[in-house]
């Protein structure tokens, strides 16, 4: 059974503070996602990464960074949290080739206050 | 510019009837589209993968139909259940110059009562 965790389901942070968000999958996928999620906005690419150490900027990567050392270890930063990253933060997996299926993780509620 | 626009925005269905969700959209060059049901505070699951050679495709009570000439597709639920109270997410992927990008639609959020 495919599976991608996320290290935390709600997350309460203060402006200003580092923030890591972690991604881990066991089907040793080559790529890895993240996005956010709002209401009425729908889901926005962040980052995405198709090999170890490889990361490329998705749709909105201002205020954000990520590392990816390990190929089933993806991770989200936010170097300096504000209030307008309070979001839903949804980590996915791909492999390469082949399927096109992606899978999700279950996501982050991320509060910044 | 690749979008997805989905239709209705949200519904309301009684239990036991069926629906249909819109979702149209403008990608190039076109690869697949698929449709995610995501339950209130969780990741998205897949339910249907369609290339541009499949018409319909199935599973369980969810039957999704895609017509690329016209670059729309539907997903038909039968005979509704409360479980089915979701968002339903239309994402149509494109592939060229080396690179394979997803477009998400912002959903249709469905609630099935009583």
């Known amino acids: 059974d495919v599976k991608v965790t996320q290290s935390s389901r709600y997350l309460v942070k203060r402006t200003g503070e580092k923030v890591f968000l972690e991604c881990v999958q066991d089907?040793?996928?080559?790529?890895m996602f993240w996005y956010r999620q709002d209401p009425g906005l729908g889901l926005r690419l962040i980052y995405f990464?198709?090999?170890?150490?490889?990361?490329e900027k998705g749709d909105i990567p201002e205020g954000y960074s990520v590392s990816r050392e390990k190929k089933e270890r993806f991770s989200l930063i936010l170097e300096s949290a504000s209030t307008n990253q309070t979001s839903m933060y949804l980590c996915a997996s791909r492999r390469r080739t082949g399927s096109y299926e992606q899978y999700f993780g279950p996501g982050t509620r991320l509060t910044v206050t | 510019k690749n979008q997805v626009e989905q239709s209705p925005q949200s519904l309301i269905i009684l239990e036991g009837k069926n629906c249909t969700l819109q979702c149209n959209y403008t990608v190039s060059p076109f690869s697949n589209l698929r449709w995610y049901k995501q339950d209130t505070g969780r990741g998205p699951v897949s339910l249907t993968i369609?290339?541009?050679?499949?018409n319909t495709k199935s599973n369980g009570r969810y039957t999704a139909t895609l017509d690329a000439d016209t670059k729309q597709s539907s997903l038909h639920i039968t005979a509704s259940q409360l479980s089915d109270s979701a968002s339903y997410i239309c994402?149509?992927?494109?592939?060229?110059?080396?690179?394979?990008?997803?477009?998400f639609g912002k959903g249709t959020k469905l609630s099935v009562i009583p």
């Open positions: 990464s198709y090999d170890v150490k490889m990361k």
């Open positions: 089907m040793d996928h080559e790529n």
């Open positions: 369609m290339t541009f050679s499949e």
């Open positions: 994402v149509a992927a494109y592939s060229g110059a080396g690179s394979y990008q997803l477009t």
